[in-house]
């Protein structure tokens, strides 16, 4: 075949040595992050809230995103265009089965985003694979879940970051540090908000199940005991029902509010020793006298929080308190407690700062601020703190062994069985 002149310049040039053109994005300029500083990332159950997460992790230059696990095909067809359209190509790769994703030796780290249900497995079966793992909040269904998946971590020496992402927006690290620098005086109580206390064991009504490649509903359920297929339970109303959800949603809002105020009290080494219900009010008291009190109502003399917004924190001390929430705001008992408080108001709600923070570990190795650690106690809080409202009584546990203390009923309340072949 005769050899047209753009194949001889090009033979020609690699017989001679002569150099071939790099794109400057391939080195690392013009703003660029070269491929080899790149952390390539896939994600497993996609939906509203995971968006947010995968908005932020899209916007970081070092992030490469190639694929998407989701049990519904409407969900990781909307996550492949996101990917594609960020990068103007059609590399995402979609799959309903996880392990394809888990499996692949190019993917450094996972995004996962999935019903509570499954969240502590997905972080054992990714660390076990040897992915680095972001994962949306709560991260356990029990106490013995928020164990393992940390023993698992660590085990694997992973780096985790649990989606508590109010660790690092402005505010409330303003109002965590203000007590735990002194300037509040000796803390003597945290208030953490939360949801009303609620849960059911019903079932929703049998509707005709889709077909596998559609909505997977085996795979949806994973661990959880199987029920019939219903489609409000894959549209996200899977809430409040005790199979998929922590008991009474006190671990969800609990991992939103708990966790600062565990921060703030210096208490992410530990747990309280005690938890007493009060109708929908949990009275926690530490060890070292600290209370917690996870309350729906607040300090203004109308049921409300001093500070606006959703998912309030008040950290009290002898000489003063201070409150955070998600508007951005603070309050405060005196305005010198403000000096060199944040000038802007970061939402709660937003991951940017904690997905770089995860993002700068994953390179570093260190451990981030929501680490596995920090989370099995947080978690264990929340998780103590419902099983004492079930059971209607005061409940005394033991921070050092993990379980209660002389209840044989609490502590059979600590795990839950997984539906076969899902285990850790």
């Known amino acids: 075949m005769q050899a047209t002149r753009r194949h001889f310049l090009k033979t020609t040039a690699l017989a001679l040595g002569m150099p071939t053109i790099i794109p400057a994005s391939a080195l690392g300029k013009n703003g660029a992050v070269a491929p080899s500083n790149r952390i390539v990332m896939g994600a497993i159950g996609i939906g509203p809230r995971g968006r947010e997460d995968l908005t932020a992790f899209l916007k970081q230059p070092d992030v490469q995103f190639v694929a998407i696990a989701d049990v519904q095909e409407e969900r990781r067809e909307i996550v492949r265009r996101m990917a594609n359209k960020q990068y103007g190509n059609e590399d995402c790769t979609k799959t309903r089965d996880m392990f394809e994703v888990l499996g692949r030796d190019d993917i450094d780290a996972v995004l996962i985003a999935t019903g509570d249900h499954w969240h502590a497995l997905g972080i054992i079966l990714a660390s076990k694979a040897g992915k680095d793992v972001y994962c949306e909040k709560p991260c356990s269904m029990t106490i013995r879940e928020s164990q393992e998946l940390a023993e698992a971590v660590n085990r694997y020496g992973r780096v985790f970051q649990a989606g508590t992402q109010r660790r690092n927006v402005d505010n409330f690290r303003f109002a965590a540090e203000l007590a735990r620098s002194g300037k509040l005086g000796k803390i003597h109580t945290v208030h953490a908000s939360i949801l009303h206390l609620e849960e059911s064991h019903e079932w929703l009504p049998a509707e005709t199940e889709p077909a596998i490649e559609v909505v997977d509903w085996d795979r949806w359920l994973g661990p959880a005991p199987w029920r019939p297929y219903n489609k409000a339970y894959v549209q996200g109303r899977w809430r409040g029902y005790y199979d998929f959800h922590g008991g009474a949603a006190l671990p969800e809002w609990g991992a939103h509010t708990v966790d600062i105020c565990q921060w703030a009290a210096n208490a992410d080494d530990t747990t309280p020793v005690e938890f007493e219900a009060e109708g929908e009010t949990i009275h926690a008291r530490y060890a070292n006298g600290v209370k917690m009190v996870m ?53 709660g709600t937003d991951p940017t700062k904690h997905v770089r923070n995860f993002l700068d570990c994953v390179k570093s190795r260190a451990k981030p601020a929501a680490n596995a650690d920090v989370t099995r106690r947080g978690h264990i809080v929340s998780h103590a703190a419902s099983i004492g409202w079930r059971l209607g009584r005061k409940v005394n546990f033991d921070p050092a062994t993990e379980t209660f203390v002389n209840d044989a009923d609490a502590n059979r309340m600590c795990s839950r069985a997984r539906r076969a072949p899902w285990h850790a």
């Open 295 to 347: 309350r729906l109502a607040g300090f203004n003399g109308e049921g409300k929080w001093v500070v606006p917004g959703t998912c309030p924190v008040r950290f009290e001390g002898d000489e003063g308190w201070v409150e955070a929430a998600d508007s951005g705001k603070l309050a405060v008992s005196s305005p010198a407690l403000l000096t060199g408080a944040p000038a802007g108001e970061m939402a």
